[in-house]
């Protein structure tokens, strides 16, 4: 396989991870089958592969830690409205005691590790479509 069609399938790979958007966990599922049908063409295209797949594995892994985190604030503020109506359960948007900023505080992380996946998918893209071997940061290695 010549090199422009190699750092095109890579640039592929890389960002496919937006059909997540679309799909229900196609970040992850798409850019596996591409690496799968392409990694026995060159090294760099199982490299890169391979590296867009732990990203996106890595990734889904601390949004879902971070969205269990939101759990506690929930639970708190359902507890407390209980408590302080008397058993009386109706849902208010009172947030007085600090449940709401715990709530968005964790929301805007979430957000901004969104943003943070779109900027590395593009660079990762842009880097590979140039021939060059990116490593996305913090990255767990589940296929090595």
Known sequence: MNRNNENTNAFLIHISAFSGYLIPFGSIIVPLVL??????????????????????ISYALYIFILGLSIIPFAFSTILRHIRHNNYDFHFDFDYGDGGLFGFFGVASIISLLS???????????????????????FTIKFIK
């Open 115 to 137: 943003l943070v996946k779109i900027a590395l998918i593009i660079i990762a893209a842009l880097k590979s479509k140039e021939g060059e071997n990116y490593k996305y940061p």
């Open 35 to 56: 690496w799968q049908t392409m990694k026995d063409r060159s090294r760099f295209l199982d490299e890169q592969g391979k590296e867009a797949v732990n990203f996106n």
